[in-house]
């Protein structure tokens, strides 16, 4: 995979130890069992699998270089680059301005950029209608456009899908930049919906079978549907796209319903008509960190810290993968661990930061074994200083050296 330029302080010395280890014993990622960092009193299990991904990677080393490519100019971003704070903070520090949040609200007026002004698209893309404002006002959206490969993998299926007369289904969360990107795309060849979750699924096929009254649709689905979609006709043909980094069981759930709704009306035989059997658009960073995930849940930690921004989503679908066997502390970085007696931790259900007391327990004859992983904006350095805040609870643990001493000669294997 291509080697990035980006700033060496988003690197990490342990993490970066573990992971090269990693890559040379199971370079094609067939065993996503985790790497165990011992320290003697605590333990690491740290995923096969998380941390910066292509897509990431990339619109950094964009990023940084339009600042160096651009000194004096005024330099803006059209929301947050990626869903992580320090990163979005250091290219601010640096000068860059952001011109929406990412919940959509405008910072900076569309009137106030001029043709001398550099606007970075971030890596989730952005829709056919900016891009058309930008060029209005004589930016070129495309010199430094960060969005992710695999994200315009997913509005070249949904092209494909349109041009041979299917409606688009995009299951993806309604105000996600790059659900938002990909629907407006979208939307320019076929009729498109874009759905949540199992529970719209069933009601869209209670609707396709005819159990619920198809003039619902528009009031359920209100804000969803593109412009003139027409219930009657446009539910005849499905295929499903998604946001990149939804669940992938979730994905799959939802096209198998979609799928045999549309096999039980039509009959099975007439199928192909009716359904794009697509295999799933999500990228192959989501789909390691799941698989990752799902190596770390056979093991036998005693509580998972996950690492990344509160509103990344493919983050917050480690979290959620791994509250079904753990507590789970869904941290943004190491500032957010108080002291060994306290930590504060997103919600994922609540949205909400909250604090937890007596976290670590001291008191167990076992080491302590904590699941360690990030989603695919978190740089692997905030890892790093997690992991070592945590290790400095222990002052009989091993040196940092020592606990890497197996993955340096395995590298060497
Ligand atoms: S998570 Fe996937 S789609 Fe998103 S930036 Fe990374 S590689 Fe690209």
Redesign the pocket.
Known sequence: MKKFDIPIYYRSPVISVVKNARKVTDPRKKDYTPSVLDFGPVKFLIARHFGF????EN?IEIAYRSLEQNPGKRIFLLSEM?HNPSVNADLFARGVRFIREHNGKQLIRWEDLNLDDIVIVP?FGTTLEIQKLLAGRGINPYKYDTT????QKVWNRADSLGKKCYTIIVHGKYNHE?TIATFSHSKQNSPTLIIRNIEETEYLCGIISGKIPAEEFYKYFEGKFSNGFDVNTDLNSLGVVNQ??MLATETQAIADLIKSTLANKYCEENLKEHYADTSDTL????YDNQQATTGLLNTSGDFAIVVGGYNSS?TSHIVELCEEKLPVYFISGADKIISPEEIKHYNIHTSSEVSSKHWLDFNSSEPLEIVLTSG?SCPDAILDEVLQKIVSFFPEAKSVEEALEPFKTESLI
């Open positions: 991904c292509y897509g990431v619109a990626i890596a992710c490969p695999f994200v790059e990149t980094t990228c192959y960073a989501t493919n695919a």
